[in-house]
């Protein structure tokens, strides 16, 4: 069984960080893609940062220059690192696995990744 469990989320002023980690286990597939989505209250599900199977690393405009995607394959954890933190970063973090190699394929195929972690909260007051 799959699970994903990130940790790291809290409360921080603008202009701070916060490290997101995203713990994996039961992962048995041979390839996979992964990434943080977030979500604010009446927004739609946004896709933040995203890393392939072949290592290829992208991110949301929004947060580009200010986060930063890593996996440690040796602890089966994906990282998400925030600095530079803003108001509008404020939503629910959620990491996202897929057995698909690019999870950016997975979104034009207009489908959710296959195994999600619970969420994070994330606020960043003014």
């Known amino acids: 069984q799959v699970q994903l469990v990130e940790s790291g989320g809290g409360s921080v002023q603008a202009g701070g960080s916060l490290r997101l980690s995203c713990a994996v286990s039961?992962?048995?597939?041979?390839?996979?893609?992964m990434g943080w989505f977030r979500q604010a209250p009446g927004q739609a599900r946004e896709g933040v940062a995203f890393?392939?199977?072949?290592?290829?690393?992208s991110y949301a405009e929004s947060v580009k220059g200010r986060f930063t995607i890593s996996l440690d394959n040796a602890k089966n954890t994906l990282y998400l690192q925030m600095n530079s933190l803003k108001p509008d970063d404020t939503a629910m973090y959620y990491c996202?696995?897929?057995?698909?190699?690019?999870?950016?394929?997975?979104?034009?195929?207009?489908?959710?990744?296959?195994?999600w972690g619970q969420g994070t909260q994330v606020t960043v007051s003014s």
């Open positions: 996202a696995a897929d057995p698909r190699p690019s999870m950016t394929t997975v979104q034009a195929l207009g489908v959710s990744p296959l195994f």
């Open positions: 890393i392939d199977d072949d290592g290829t690393i």
């Open positions: 039961g992962y048995t597939y041979s390839s996979y893609c």
